[in-house]
């Protein structure tokens, strides 16, 4: 049975920082490519970042470059996305997302190329 739990969520004030886990059961990091994507009230998922584990390819939405920074555990089966110098904007629920054939600078923003997704974590970023 495919799991994915994301944790470490909560409040942080501008220009702090938090990192988000992603914890995957089911099938593993070289199997599949994770993405982190984010929604805010009234507003549309959007992809955040992505990591293929079995090349240590990245991929970052442009508002977030140099910000954020993901990487993987494979013998944890874990997804980290460290965030730094976070601002209001940031704020949203946090999903975690697997998806079987890999994830690209073309596709890795489009929810519906990925095939599990967790329940989210809520990052609140005060101003």
């Known amino acids: 049975e495919v799991q994915i739990v994301e944790s470490g969520g909560g409040f942080v004030q501008a220009g702090g920082s938090l990192r988000l886990s992603c914890t995957v059961s089911?099938?593993?990091?070289?199997?599949?490519?994770i993405g982190w994507f984010r929604q805010a009230p009234g507003e549309e998922r959007e992809g955040v970042s992505c990591?293929?584990?079995?090349?240590?390819?990245?991929y970052y939405k442009d508002s977030v470059k140099g910000r954020f920074t993901i990487s993987s555990d494979k013998g944890k089966n874990t997804v980290y996305l460290e965030m730094n110098s976070v601002k209001p904007e940031d704020t949203a629920v946090y999903y975690c997302a697997a998806e079987r054939f890999g994830c690209y600078s073309s596709n890795f923003g489009i929810p519906w190329q990925y095939d599990y997704w967790g329940q989210g974590t809520q990052v609140t970023v005060s101003s």
């Open positions: 990591i293929r584990s079995s090349d240590a390819s990245t």
């Open positions: 089911g099938f593993t990091l070289d199997e599949y490519a």
